[in-house]
């Protein structure tokens, strides 16, 4: 499966952005999905999941109540909508897809989630 997110930008804090992530080269369904993001100097960290179309998503404290993640199986495409955008959500932005799918994720479940991954795309959130 390849992954490629777009949608990144520079954008004033309190703004919005939406990134996508295409994929290819396999059954998109069968997958779930992750956006993770990892700013300079800091490990990557997990930002929202997906696992079945249609189920729940799963959201970082941090983010919750501003990001919404979505699927699009039939354009074999995930979405992170992201408003109310401050400088601590300036990361590259990653989508991952694991072919594991739990009915409730696990905490090792989301450290080790990620039989796929995208090259990222750069969030830049200005003060």
């Known amino acids: 499966v390849q992954l490629q997110a777009s949608g990144g930008g520079l954008v004033q804090a309190g703004g919005s952005l939406r990134l996508s992530c295409a994929a290819s080269?396999?059954?998109?369904?069968?997958?779930?999905l992750g956006w993770f993001r990892q700013a300079p100097g800091k490990e990557r960290e997990f930002v929202a999941l997906?696992?079945?179309?249609?189920?729940?998503?799963y959201y970082t404290d941090s983010v919750k109540g501003r990001f919404t993640m979505s699927r699009d199986d039939a354009k074999n495409t995930v979405y992170l909508q992201m408003n109310g955008l401050k400088p601590e959500d300036t990361a590259v932005y990653y989508c991952?897809?694991?072919?594991?799918?739990?009915?409730?994720?696990?905490?090792?479940?989301?450290?080790?989630?990620?039989?796929?991954w995208g090259k990222g795309t750069q969030v830049t959130v200005s003060s």
């Open positions: 991952a897809a694991d072919g594991r799918r739990p009915i409730r994720p696990t905490d090792d479940y989301y450290t080790q989630f990620g039989d796929y």
């Open positions: 080269g396999g059954t998109f369904s069968r997958y779930a």
């Open positions: 997906i696992i079945w179309s249609g189920g729940s998503t």
